[in-house]
Structures are given as C-alpha cells and as structure tokens.
C-alpha cells in the first residue's frame, strides 16, 4: 500500500494521523504488527485481523561461493517463488519474480516448466525486497539493496498493473527511494507493453530477451515469437529510447549450434545499429529438462569479439552462483518436485 492507503486505513480507524507514518515506517523495514512497539495494542490486533504486513516469507537460503544468495520464498496461498541476491562492489542486486512460473514457455528456461499459476501483487513483489532488506540487516534509511531487476520467474511485462505499481510505489521518496534508473525490467518482448511503459513516462532499465537475430531461430526456442516478431520487438525498443532517452539492453544466452555462428554474429549487429544498444551475452545455464547447451566459453567471447568489431557494444555476463542451481526457476522447481511431487 501507499502511504496515502495506510492513512485512510487510519481515519476509517478514528486514530490519530501520525500512526499512519508510524506503521508505514515499521511496515518497509519489514516489520510485522507484533513488532510494532510504539503502536498500541489494540490498534495491532485490528489491523491484523484484516490485512498482513508482508506477504512473503523466506523458506529457504542458499549461499554461493561467491557470495551469490538464492531465496526461496512462500506466500500466503502456499505458492513458491524464488529471487536471487547479488553483492558488487557498488552494493545489492536483488533480481525478484513477478508471477508464480510463466506463460511464455522459453525452450531454455526453467521458469515456466509448470506453465503460469498466477500474477504477483505489487506487494508480493515488494515483499520480496522487504525480507531481504531485512535479512541482510537494512535500515530503511541505510538500505542495502541498491538496485532491482525484475528478471526472476515470469514476464514482468505480463503483470503491467502490478509491476509498475511497484516501480511507483519502491520509487518514491517516504518508501525505499530506489530511482528507476537503477530499476531493469526483462521481457521477452512484448511490443504493446513496452510502447505502454514509455508512454506511461517510465524510465527503467529495459532488458529484452532477445536470443535470435531472426525469425526463424528464435521461433524455435521462444513460442512468443509467433506472435510478435524481431521486426516488431525491434520497432518497440527504438519507441522506447526515442521517448525516453534510455539505451537498449538485449539479453542473448548463446546455445551450441543454434545461434552462435558467424552467421548470427553478423546479423544480429544488422539489426541492432541505428540506435544506442548494449548487448549482454550469457553463457546458457543448461537446464536438464530443456535438453539445450550452452556455447563454449572461448565461442562466448569470439561471438563478443566479432559484435565488437562490427561496432556493437557488447559484453559477456558476469556468472554468479552457478554452485547453487544459478538459473531461473531451477530451485522452485526442485522444491515442488521434493515436497509435492
């Protein structure tokens, strides 16, 4: 909730305004009504009654070797969903879901192995960063967690209501003050949705999957592509940097033997030049049920290379916790498959 949410709740209570802050305040450090010391008693047990403070709950946390932190998380309906926690030398990265799994059905991605249960609530993806910025001993006012990517399990661009009410609410000033430059959405391309966030005067991070310089590759490995082509991605992402200013980031996990030739290379830096793009190449975190492999790692930095010299900015991404299940979905699905299946 906002802030202006809490003190209608407030008033329609009959207590005085200053509660609202005060409950505000206990609610963004991640505090729950029992916690709340300085607000009566009473008061607690009438907000408890209807509504809760976070609805998401660490279940489980595994730590990296490299110190990479993977959360497992329940929600009050008993849905499972998982984030990740990432420490660089400029602070936190916390990578949250925005859906319990995905509809979208990526060839290479073990999010939506068990298809789409449901959309998130802005404050079940809030909740998220709550529990962590508590978990990692965060103050509101000495936060942790600098920057959020919205790339965990589903399409964030499939939940617009409820994501860009987090973006709003994360945002503002009296929350965790997070500007939206340090704010990165990843889709897989959906061209109305992103033309809506541009016009709608967001400026975050766009991330776009994109993973083919053609129709005919990415086709195979991404379903949503029947639908909207590289053509009409393409002419959304341009829509969105001329409105906002922001450069492009394409995300591309190269596979053995499918989109990682000379070929590729060269028609991938065809379609990206005109307009000031960025691509981040990833090194496929194989996925056992998808059955696909990623490329060698000397072919990862070739493929880098050859962008480089046809004038694509281009760089291959850092991995982190590869020891501890690293790509999406991989730890939900394992603790579905241990305890339900």
Known sequence: MSYQEIENIVNELNQPKFRAKQI?????????????SNIPITLRK???????????????????????????????????IEGVLMHYKYGYTICVSSQVGCRMGCKFC???LNGLVRNLSCGEIMGQVLCVNRDIKSEINKRKINNIVLMGSGEPLDNYDEVTKFIRL????YSLNISQRNISISTCGLPDKIKKLADDEFTVTLTISL?????????KIMPINTKFGVNEILDSAKYYFNKTGRRIVFEYSLIKNLNDTDFCAKKLSQILKG??????LINLNSVKERGMIGTEKSKVYAFKEKL????????VRRTMGNDIEGACGQLRNKFLSENIG
């Open 110 to 112: 073990a999010s939506g």
């Open 24 to 36: 505000f305040d206990f609610a963004f450090k991640g505090y729950n009504f029992d916690e709340m």
């Open 211 to 219: 993973h083919a310089p053609n129709d005919e590759i990415r086709n």
């Open 308 to 315: 480089a010299h046809m004038g694509i900015s281009a760089t």
């Open 170 to 173: 994360i945002n503002q000033e």
């Open 46 to 80: 009438q907000l408890s009654v209807k509504y809760c403070v976070n609805p998401v709950e660490i279940i489980q946390k595994i730590v990296s070797k490299d110190g990479t932190i993977k959360y497992l998380y329940k929600l009050i309906d008993g849905n499972i």
């Open 275 to 280: 307009f000031p793009v960025h691509v981040n």
